[in-house]
């Protein structure tokens, strides 16, 4: 098996056909699937099944898949940290982040780590830990700042805790409900929740249920953060909300949280990293501006 066997086999998983993968990789298609050829006899399974609509890989060539992008991270990384190591100014660093740490966290980490890498090329991915962490582990992110998911671990990561934070319930400032003191006068509201894509939990209406309450019958759920705050400042809508949001001046302004009587759950953010695959020096940097980040924000909180 060699590196440019799984190059053309990603390629063609990418592309989603022979001709595709051709075009892309300036070669001729009968090199290409003689090189596909030779991977599949090698290791004596079908790895992808040919049609005249396109090729679709099959479960071995998905397992394949799998690990040829993980090895073609591993060996960008490696590059990379050797340049690192000898002095190169620019890099590359990406990391997945939950929108809670984007706020809270991303910035000033960021600008401290720009003040030593301002050539670097950074790329951040917003999302939840079950949609980042499989970036993560095939190698397309350095680390993943976000909640630790329920149930054990999976070995392939660390998770190092970085701050707690707390839903509250809020809404726009100077809403008819601000002065509510418990879940049960909200039942009439209507609700806007933050579901991304993949998400399966349901805080709103579980948060009522625990409590011995009927649910909301009125209940708007969108994938989009930004959708998500700008619906909830421009309308009645109330909402589960991140205290720590309230430590932002700007959304201070938009935004109010609720005095109610029920603890709504806390929810442990931590940083995320592959057990085995050290980071690269700058997205060690990265990491360290992240902690020092967190660190000051646990003090400013009190959390």
Not at 3 to 28: E, F, K, M
Not at 184 to 196: A, D, F, K, N
């Amino acid at each position: 098996m060699r590196i440019t066997q799984l190059r053309d086999l990603l390629a063609v998983a990418d592309a989603g056909s022979i001709r595709g993968a051709a075009r892309a990789l300036n070669v001729s298609q009968p090199a290409l699937s003689r090189s596909l050829h030779q991977l599949e006899t090698e290791l004596h399974a079908q790895l992808l099944d040919r049609s005249g609509r396109g090729v679709v890989p099959t479960s071995a060539g998905k397992a394949l898949i799998a690990r040829a992008r993980t090895i073609r991270s591993e060996l960008e990384r490696a590059r990379e940290e050797q340049a690192q190591l000898a002095g190169a100014s620019s890099g590359s660093v990406a990391f997945g982040v939950v929108p809670q740490a984007a706020i809270h966290i991303v910035p000033p980490a960021l600008t401290q780590f720009r003040r030593e890498h301002p050539n670097t090329d950074v790329r951040i991915v917003d999302g939840l830990a079950h949609v980042l962490l499989p970036q993560l582990r095939e190698g397309s992110l350095d680390f993943v700042i976000g909640s630790r998911p329920q149930g054990r671990l999976d070995s392939h990561f660390t998770f190092q805790p970085l701050f707690t934070n707390q839903i509250v319930v809020g809404a726009r400032r100077r809403h008819p409900l601000r002065k509510a003191r418990s879940l049960r006068e909200l039942i009439e509201s209507q609700w806007v929740i933050y579901t991304p894509p993949g998400w399966i939990g349901a805080m709103i209406p579980d948060i009522f249920v625990e409590n011995g309450l009927e649910p909301p019958r009125s209940v708007v759920r969108s994938d989009s953060y930004v959708a998500f705050l700008t619906l909830l400042a421009g309308t009645d809508m109330v909402a589960p909300l991140s205290r720590m949001l309230f430590e932002q001046p700007l959304a201070g302004g938009y935004f109010e949280a609720f005095d109610l009587k029920e603890r709504l759950p806390e929810f442990s953010i931590g940083l995320f990293q592959r057990t085995e695959s050290p980071p690269t020096p700058f997205a060690a940097n990265m990491v360290a501006a992240v902690k020092v980040a967190a660190r000051r924000l646990a003090f400013k909180t009190g959390k």
